[in-house]
């Protein structure tokens, strides 16, 4: 199994001089241990994917890609809560289609489109560290149901082998959850149409090569 916080991503934090408390084995138990800090601290909270000033940050990412590649006909990006996605999808709105890959172990947009609402998901995957935090937010669903074209699940195996792909062709470091969006091309679960220009949102270099370079 997949650690529940890669090393790489504690020490970087750490270095950075932040006070760091690893608390639980997923998001879900991280996210209520740092509610109670702030509650009881007075610490401002700033939540990963579910709230608005965040879902607004990422979506810069949507209007970048759109100034240097306005020619994309679908751009495919990773879940796990939907702050990035959200974003991409709510700049976009419908304008180029938006592709959402989960990994099959953590199919958190998956069960919510199913279900109607945001609801509890699996959370065992390789990319669980990024993509596993139970369910998506409450925010991001209404965009992903106005704007958001498919879903499609990928293997913990595709993810591998799309993170040694980009180190080995392009010596690219990227997590797991980073390779995601990748992984539904090089596995044939996203097909492009002839023609279509598909662009690949590759995000979260919180890993080491040695991770999985033999």
Not at 76 to 102: F, Q
Request: proline share 5%; hydrophobic share 45%.
């Amino acid at each position: 199994m997949w650690p529940r916080a890669e090393s790489a991503k504690i020490e970087r934090i750490r270095s950075y001089g932040a006070d760091l408390t690893v608390i639980g084995e997923r998001y879900a138990e991280a996210l209520a241990a740092s509610i109670e800090w702030s509650a009881t601290s007075g610490a401002m909270p700033v939540h990963a994917f579910d709230q608005m000033e965040t879902l607004a940050g990422q979506g810069t990412l949507g209007l970048e890609l759109s100034q240097q590649a306005p020619e994309l006909d679908t751009v495919l990006v990773a879940v796990g809560g939907g702050g990035l996605i959200g974003g991409i999808a709510a700049w976009y709105a419908s304008t180029t289609r938006v592709v959402a890959v989960e990994p099959e172990g953590a199919p958190t947009l998956s069960e919510a489109m199913k279900a109607g609402r945001p609801v509890d998901a699996a959370t065992g995957s390789v990319a669980a560290d990024s993509l596993a935090p139970k369910r998506v937010g409450e925010l991001m669903f209404p965009i992903a149901q106005a704007h958001i074209d498919r879903v499609a699940l990928v293997t913990d195996e595709s993810i591998l082998h799309a993170q040694r792909m980009l180190w080995d062709r392009l010596r690219l470091v990227a997590e797991p959850g980073g390779c995601t969006a990748l992984a539904a091309i090089l596995s044939d679960v996203y097909r492009p149409a002839d023609g279509e220009r598909v662009g690949v949102v590759v995000s979260g270099a919180n890993t080491s090569a040695v991770n999985f370079v033999a």
